[in-house]
């Protein structure tokens, strides 16, 4: 298993705050996974998770990234049976 590791610079910003990081969606995976469980658009995710579509909609964009929110993320994960790592990637956030 690899552990994260993250060089002296990145750990700061130019402003020397700590630098930010987010989930986002590994939108050719998440491709991937939809036309397996034939599941056409957001609409029909939202429809399977048993979420309002806004959240869906929030957390997708019709290509399939986005950020990934932790609620979607778990959700998706456990109704897909995947790994959250196969869906998702970390990377510094651009806010």
Not at 9 to 13: E, K, P, Q
Not at 75 to 79: D, E, K, N, V, W
């Given at each position: 298993m690899r552990l994260w590791?993250?060089?002296v610079?990145?750990?700061?910003?130019e402003t020397g705050r700590p630098a930010r990081f987010e989930l986002q969606w590994r939108a050719d995976r998440?491709?991937?996974l939809m036309r397996r469980r034939k599941i056409a658009d957001r609409s029909d995710l939202a429809k399977l998770m048993g979420v309002a579509r806004g959240t869906v909609y929030?957390?997708?964009?019709?290509?399939w990234?986005?950020?990934a929110t932790a609620v979607v993320l778990a959700?998706?994960?456990?109704?897909m049976r995947?790994?959250?790592d196969s869906v998702v990637e970390?990377?510094?956030?651009s806010d």
């Open positions: 590791s993250v060089s610079d990145r750990m700061v910003d998440v491709k991937a929030r957390a997708f964009r019709p290509d990234s986005g950020r959700q998706l994960a456990g109704l995947v790994r959250p970390v990377v510094e956030s």
